[in-house]
């Protein structure tokens, strides 16, 4: 130990600043940052892998929640002593900042961004940690404390095989919550197997006491295989595009049309997610676009009457895009997008040839993209169009063309309107009746709302229900959405409080997400809440929401001398005008849940999963998202 003080000393000037400073290294000393340790200790194993020592990686989640292992099957890290130093290597990747590199030019570290900063600052900001190492027949190891070695590296037995095992526990007196998720961890880990094909890749949750085992031999094309089925979306043509570009940066893409409305592209630089986009994949743009264009030109394909936009050409295209670079530049307020102005022409040049090459020997496929790109760009005609129709009629006469069972408001100021979207005639009419007229307008549904879940614009215009509601809010909607012709202030869904109700309800809002996905995130739709229970207590009369609601306004109001009435709502439609005015219609009295959305990849995949299965699927989905609006008095 006593050979150890002198060094003690120069470590802690080594590492002190990343102690001092840990946001500068990590980012933050919150959740993120915390996580950050992580994905470290991982990119030194994951560059292994990448470099083809490599085939296995293990992540532990021990059971105190706080502390984590990770196992390669690589060379291991190197023991010799550094001529210089006299220390060993392991010891000097450890504890000097910045060390990788000095062992292996250019190859020990290509991860770049938050993470690349390596080991030593994972070690300085941990309580403890243990690496030990197998190679030449044995294992060694070597442990620190808050980045100081407490003895020097020793070879502990005999082994066999080679690889680096990394256990370390952040230090409490840094991260104020040490505490890892697992399902962040497990997330990253399926995304690393996928993005690094063929390496197995296992997690082993001792917390929960799972372990999941991710090994995808077709890497990306099993990704994109996967974010298909989730977003239940049907492919227009059989396999996949696939590019795997190995000289120049290291470049993996993916792509698929599908019969979705939206375009969906997922990115990565150095297997860090850029969810904000950038360079890379305005080069991907770029290149896709050229190589569709020069097929269609080429092989005379162009239609007659319509221009093929850029967006056209992407609609329904679904993707996966990773590329591994020296120096990532991040920027944006999350630091997900990409900002290297190069990478832009070395993507796109890197996709066009290779994608029209594939277009030219895949005919049937070639065309039926070709189709699909048609298709939507008649759409888009079609439903601008109709849209100038709208502006024309409103020019000429002042009107709208409105939907003939709409009961429209007076008042054209928007901001003070309203719009209710009433399920069912009979509820429609007590609506009508009960409403401000000057203020409130009805928009009765008849036949039930259609799932609109991976289907294309053009169908969705066909149906009457849509169509007339999307006629009533005047704003258009997907490429000819037009905020500023929105003609209400806020658009308010009133179903009953039943299943069925939630169920329509869902609907509405799937439709509404993906199609009008503005108006959510404007804050303009709401969700109404009639009530399911009345309760007389003598001459006074409350309202319940749901069952927990009225068992807490007997225990309130029902002790008293005369006994409570309750009376059970089947339906909006039987409820009198004047009492859907005073529960669910009088901004006094009324309270309204506003619809937000609070991650997008999130409520993509949970919108895709409920549509299809059980109501009462859809009905937890729905008070889910309600309990996270925000509750307002309006
Ligand atoms: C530097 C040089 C060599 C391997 C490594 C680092 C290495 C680092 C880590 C970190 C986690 N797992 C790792 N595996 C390897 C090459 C050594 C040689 O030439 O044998």
Request: hydrophobic residues 40%; neutral net charge.
């Amino acid at each position: 130990m006593s050979s150890y003080t002198a060094k003690d000393i120069t470590v802690l000037e080594g590492l002190e600043p990343v102690r001092k400073r840990p946001g500068m290294y990590i980012g933050g000393v919150g959740a993120a940052g915390l996580h950050h340790l992580v994905w470290e200790v991982l990119d030194n194993s994951v560059d292994e892998a990448m470099n083809g020592f490599a085939s296995q990686i293990t992540v532990t989640l021990h059971a105190d929640g706080a502390s984590i292992t990770v196992v390669d099957d690589g060379r291991g890290i190197p023991v010799d002593k550094h001529p210089q130093t006299g220390k060993s290597a392991l010891e000097v990747i450890f504890t000097v900042l910045h060390a990788g590199g000095k062992f292996e030019q250019g190859n020990y570290k290509t991860a770049g961004g938050l993470h690349g900063v390596g080991a030593s600052v994972v070690n300085a900001l941990s309580r403890s940690l243990v690496a030990k190492v197998r190679r030449d027949g044995a294992e060694w190891e070597m442990s620190f404390r808050q980045g100081r070695p407490v003895a020097p590296l020793s070879k502990v037995g005999p082994a066999r095989g080679s690889g680096t095992t990394v256990t370390f526990h952040p230090d409490a007196t840094i991260f104020p919550k040490v505490e890892f998720d697992a399902e962040t961890i497990r997330e990253r880990l399926e995304v690393v197997s996928y993005i690094h094909k063929g390496v197995k890749v296992t997690f082993e949750n001792e917390v929960a006491r799972t372990k999941v085992v991710y090994h995808h031999q077709e890497g990306l094309a099993d990704y994109l295989a996967k974010i298909i089925r989730e977003r239940s979306a049907k492919p227009v043509h059989e396999a996949a595009f696939v590019l795997n570009r190995e000289s120049g940066p290291r470049l993996d893409l993916v792509l698929q049309w599908t019969e979705s409305t939206d375009e969906h592209i997922r990115s990565y630089v150095n297997g860090i997610p850029t969810g904000s986009g950038g360079t890379h994949e305005n080069g991907l743009r770029a290149g896709l676009g050229k190589a569709v264009r020069n097929y269609i030109d080429t092989h005379g394909l162009s239609p007659k009457g319509v221009t093929l936009t850029a967006e056209d050409i992407r609609e329904g295209l679904t993707g996966v895009l990773s590329l591994f670079i020296e120096e990532p530049q991040f920027q944006g307020q999350t630091k997900d997008r990409l900002n290297n102005p190069e990478v832009l022409s070395a993507v796109d040049s890197a996709v066009r040839p290779a994608l029209e090459h594939w277009l030219n020997h895949n005919r049937t496929v070639a065309e039926s993209i070709v189709a699909r790109i048609i298709l939507s760009a008649r759409a888009r005609e079609a439903s601008r169009a109709a849209q100038a129709e709208v502006t024309r009629k409103t020019a000429t006469t002042g009107r709208l063309t409105l939907p003939g069972k709409l009961s429209d408001c007076a008042n054209s100021n928007r901001e003070d309107t309203e719009l209710f979207i009433v399920e069912g005639d009979s509820a429609g009419g007590s609506a009508k009746q009960g409403r401000d007229r000057a203020r409130q307008a009805i928009l009765p549904l008849r036949g039930k709302v259609m799932n609109t879940e991976g289907m294309t614009l053009a169908k969705v215009l066909e149906n009457k229900e849509l169509s007339d509601l999307v006629t009533a809010l005047g704003c258009g909607m997907g490429k000819t959405f037009d905020a500023s012709r929105l003609r209400y202030g806020r658009i308010i869904i009133l179903a009953d409080a039943d299943s069925d109700g939630h169920h329509i309800a869902t609907l509405l809002l799937t439709f509404i997400y993906r199609h009008l996905p503005h108006l959510i995130a404007d804050g303009r739709i709401y969700l109404a809440q009639p009530p399911l229970y009345r309760i007389d207590v003598g001459k006074e009369t409350w309202w319940a929401l749901d069952d927990a609601h009225r068992d807490r306004l007997l225990k309130q109001h029902g002790q008293g001398r005369s006994k409570p009435e309750i009376t059970r709502f089947k339906g909006l439609g039987e409820m009198m005008p004047k009492v859907l005015w005073e529960t669910t219609l009088n901004p006094k009295t009324r309270r309204l849940l506003r619809v937000e959305i609070s991650d997008q990849i999130v409520t993509d995949r949970v919108i895709n999963e409920l549509m299809g299965k059980d109501a009462s699927a859809r009905f937890r989905f729905i008070m889910d998202r309600a309990e996270e609006a925000r509750e307002l008095d309006v």
